[in-house]
Protein backbone atom coordinates (compact mmCIF):
# COMPACT_ATOMS: atom_id res chain seq x y z
CA UNK A 1 0.00 0.00 0.00
CA UNK A 2 1.27 3.12 -0.85
CA UNK A 3 0.63 5.96 1.09
CA UNK A 4 0.30 9.69 -0.08
CA UNK A 5 1.09 12.29 2.30
CA UNK A 6 0.88 16.46 1.81
CA UNK A 7 2.90 18.05 3.57
CA UNK A 8 1.45 21.24 4.27
CA UNK A 9 4.20 22.82 7.02
CA UNK A 10 6.85 22.61 4.54
CA UNK A 11 4.72 23.69 2.15
CA UNK A 12 4.18 27.07 4.01
CA UNK A 13 8.01 27.95 4.80
CA UNK A 14 8.91 26.52 1.13
CA UNK A 15 9.61 30.06 0.28
CA UNK A 16 11.02 31.25 2.58
CA UNK A 17 13.68 28.53 2.67
CA UNK A 18 16.98 28.91 1.89
CA UNK A 19 18.36 28.13 -1.97
CA UNK A 20 20.56 25.45 -0.29
CA UNK A 21 18.05 23.71 1.45
CA UNK A 22 15.43 23.70 -1.30
CA UNK A 23 17.85 22.43 -2.91
CA UNK A 24 18.12 19.04 -1.23
CA UNK A 25 14.68 18.62 -1.37
CA UNK A 26 14.26 19.19 -5.51
CA UNK A 27 17.41 17.11 -6.67
CA UNK A 28 15.62 14.16 -3.85
CA UNK A 29 12.59 14.36 -5.91
CA UNK A 30 14.21 13.96 -9.49
CA UNK A 31 16.10 11.16 -8.27
CA UNK A 32 14.24 7.91 -9.62
CA UNK A 33 15.33 5.43 -6.25
CA UNK A 34 13.06 7.76 -4.57
CA UNK A 35 9.08 7.37 -3.88
CA UNK A 36 6.75 10.91 -3.65
CA UNK A 37 6.45 9.21 0.18
CA UNK A 38 9.98 9.21 0.48
CA UNK A 39 10.04 13.00 -0.63
CA UNK A 40 7.44 14.19 1.83
CA UNK A 41 9.22 11.98 4.58
CA UNK A 42 12.40 14.16 4.03
CA UNK A 43 10.32 17.38 4.48
CA UNK A 44 9.61 16.33 7.34
CA UNK A 45 12.67 15.34 8.70
CA UNK A 46 13.67 18.72 7.62
CA UNK A 47 11.23 20.53 9.21
CA UNK A 48 11.95 18.89 12.29
CA UNK A 49 15.38 19.19 12.43
CA UNK A 50 16.31 22.14 14.77
CA UNK A 51 13.19 21.43 16.92
CA UNK A 52 14.70 19.27 20.12
CA UNK A 53 11.36 19.15 21.69
CA UNK A 54 10.41 16.58 18.85
CA UNK A 55 12.97 13.58 18.35
CA UNK A 56 12.65 12.08 14.82
CA UNK A 57 12.22 8.53 15.64
CA UNK A 58 10.31 6.11 13.84
CA UNK A 59 7.07 6.13 16.31
CA UNK A 60 7.26 10.42 16.12
CA UNK A 61 7.94 9.70 12.39
CA UNK A 62 5.06 8.01 11.72
CA UNK A 63 2.38 9.69 13.77
CA UNK A 64 3.70 13.33 11.27
CA UNK A 65 2.87 10.98 8.33
CA UNK A 66 -0.46 10.39 9.47
CA UNK A 67 -3.34 11.77 7.14
CA UNK A 68 -6.35 11.22 9.20
CA UNK A 69 -7.30 9.47 12.49
CA UNK A 70 -8.52 6.62 10.51
CA UNK A 71 -5.13 5.60 9.24
CA UNK A 72 -4.03 2.10 10.07
CA UNK A 73 -0.80 3.11 12.17
CA UNK A 74 1.19 -0.44 11.76
CA UNK A 75 0.75 -0.21 7.84
CA UNK A 76 1.91 3.52 7.84
CA UNK A 77 4.53 2.18 10.53
CA UNK A 78 6.32 -0.72 7.67
CA UNK A 79 6.30 2.47 5.02
CA UNK A 80 7.96 5.17 6.76
CA UNK A 81 10.83 2.45 7.83
CA UNK A 82 10.92 1.71 4.12
CA UNK A 83 11.19 5.11 2.97
CA UNK A 84 13.69 5.71 5.79
CA UNK A 85 16.17 2.84 4.56
CA UNK A 86 15.34 4.47 1.06
CA UNK A 87 16.58 7.81 2.10
CA UNK A 88 19.54 6.57 4.11
CA UNK A 89 20.78 4.58 1.17
CA UNK A 90 20.89 7.71 -0.60
CA UNK A 91 22.54 9.59 2.15
CA UNK A 92 19.71 12.05 2.49
CA UNK A 93 19.58 11.20 6.22
CA UNK A 94 21.32 10.02 8.88
CA UNK A 95 20.15 7.75 11.88
CA UNK A 96 21.84 8.86 14.94
CA UNK A 97 20.77 5.38 16.98
CA UNK A 98 16.72 5.59 16.94
CA UNK A 99 16.93 9.07 15.69
CA UNK A 100 16.76 10.33 11.71
CA UNK A 101 18.50 13.51 10.87
CA UNK A 102 17.97 15.47 7.18
CA UNK A 103 21.39 16.43 6.05
CA UNK A 104 22.35 19.49 3.86
CA UNK A 105 24.55 18.87 0.61
CA UNK A 106 27.62 19.29 2.93
CA UNK A 107 26.79 16.88 5.69
CA UNK A 108 25.60 14.32 2.59
CA UNK A 109 29.74 14.69 1.31
CA UNK A 110 30.69 14.06 4.65
CA UNK A 111 28.80 11.06 4.76
CA UNK A 112 29.44 10.17 1.28
CA UNK A 113 33.09 10.39 2.53
CA UNK A 114 32.53 7.96 5.46
CA UNK A 115 30.58 5.35 3.19
CA UNK A 116 33.33 5.32 1.02
CA UNK A 117 35.84 5.22 3.23
CA UNK A 118 37.71 1.52 3.17
CA UNK A 119 38.85 0.79 7.42
CA UNK A 120 41.22 -1.74 8.34
CA UNK A 121 39.97 -3.91 10.56
CA UNK A 122 43.27 -5.31 12.38
CA UNK A 123 44.62 -1.86 12.23
CA UNK A 124 41.38 -0.32 14.27
CA UNK A 125 42.02 -3.50 16.61
CA UNK A 126 45.61 -2.32 17.23
CA UNK A 127 44.63 1.24 17.95
CA UNK A 128 42.00 0.30 20.24
CA UNK A 129 44.37 -2.02 22.12
CA UNK A 130 47.05 0.46 22.44
CA UNK A 131 44.45 2.82 24.00
CA UNK A 132 42.76 0.15 26.09
CA UNK A 133 45.97 -1.07 27.41
CA UNK A 134 48.77 1.29 27.17
CA UNK A 135 46.35 4.49 28.57
CA UNK A 136 42.88 3.33 29.92
CA UNK A 137 44.37 0.00 32.18
CA UNK A 138 47.57 0.53 32.67
CA UNK A 139 47.79 -1.75 35.45
CA UNK A 140 49.63 -4.85 34.14
CA UNK A 141 49.00 -6.79 37.99
CA UNK A 142 45.86 -7.33 39.74
CA UNK A 143 46.29 -6.56 43.77
CA UNK A 144 44.86 -7.82 46.61
CA UNK A 145 46.79 -6.71 49.13
CA UNK A 146 50.31 -5.29 49.16
CA UNK A 147 51.94 -8.98 49.48
CA UNK A 148 49.51 -10.37 46.96
CA UNK A 149 50.10 -9.21 43.05
CA UNK A 150 49.04 -11.31 40.31
CA UNK A 151 50.00 -10.22 37.03
CA UNK A 152 47.84 -10.91 33.75
CA UNK A 153 48.01 -11.24 30.40
CA UNK A 154 45.96 -8.76 28.03
CA UNK A 155 43.58 -10.31 25.66
CA UNK A 156 40.83 -7.68 23.80
CA UNK A 157 37.94 -9.26 21.51
CA UNK A 158 40.09 -12.67 21.15
CA UNK A 159 43.17 -10.82 20.10
CA UNK A 160 46.10 -10.74 22.66
CA UNK A 161 48.04 -7.76 23.51
CA UNK A 162 51.93 -8.69 24.55
CA UNK A 163 53.53 -12.08 25.89
CA UNK A 164 51.30 -14.09 27.15
CA UNK A 165 53.47 -15.70 30.05
CA UNK A 166 51.18 -15.69 33.42
CA UNK A 167 48.71 -17.86 34.79
CA UNK A 168 46.22 -14.91 34.73
CA UNK A 169 44.78 -13.56 31.29
CA UNK A 170 42.17 -10.50 31.58
CA UNK A 171 40.37 -10.41 28.36
CA UNK A 172 37.86 -7.05 27.59
CA UNK A 173 35.08 -7.83 24.92
CA UNK A 174 33.86 -4.82 23.19
CA UNK A 175 31.23 -3.97 20.86
CA UNK A 176 33.20 -4.14 18.30
CA UNK A 177 33.43 -7.74 18.90
CA UNK A 178 29.96 -8.72 17.50
CA UNK A 179 31.67 -8.15 13.93
CA UNK A 180 35.42 -9.29 14.41
CA UNK A 181 34.77 -12.61 15.92
CA UNK A 182 32.02 -14.17 13.75
CA UNK A 183 34.21 -13.24 10.85
CA UNK A 184 36.73 -14.50 12.42
CA UNK A 185 35.13 -17.97 13.43
CA UNK A 186 34.47 -18.06 9.97
CA UNK A 187 37.50 -17.59 8.86
CA UNK A 188 38.88 -20.22 10.88
CA UNK A 189 36.20 -22.79 10.16
CA UNK A 190 36.83 -22.28 6.36
CA UNK A 191 40.83 -22.78 6.85
CA UNK A 192 39.68 -25.58 8.83
CA UNK A 193 37.24 -26.72 6.48
CA UNK A 194 40.34 -26.62 3.89
CA UNK A 195 42.55 -28.43 5.43
CA UNK A 196 40.17 -30.98 6.20
CA UNK A 197 39.87 -31.25 2.17
CA UNK A 198 43.17 -31.18 1.81
CA UNK A 199 43.84 -34.09 3.68
Known sequence: MTVRVRNVGYMAVEGFLDGIISQVIIQAQQNPQLQSFDIELLKTLFMVKYLKEIRANLDNLTTLSLNNIDQDKLTLRQEVEKALGRLEGQ?????????????????????????????????????????????????????????????????????????????????????????????????????????????
Open 91 to 199: TLIQRNGDEYIFLTHEEQDIGREIKNTQVDSEKVLKELQQLVWNSIYTDKELKYTQRHRYPFNCKLDEQTFGHQTHDLTLHIVTRYAEVILPCRMMLSALALQGQVMRS
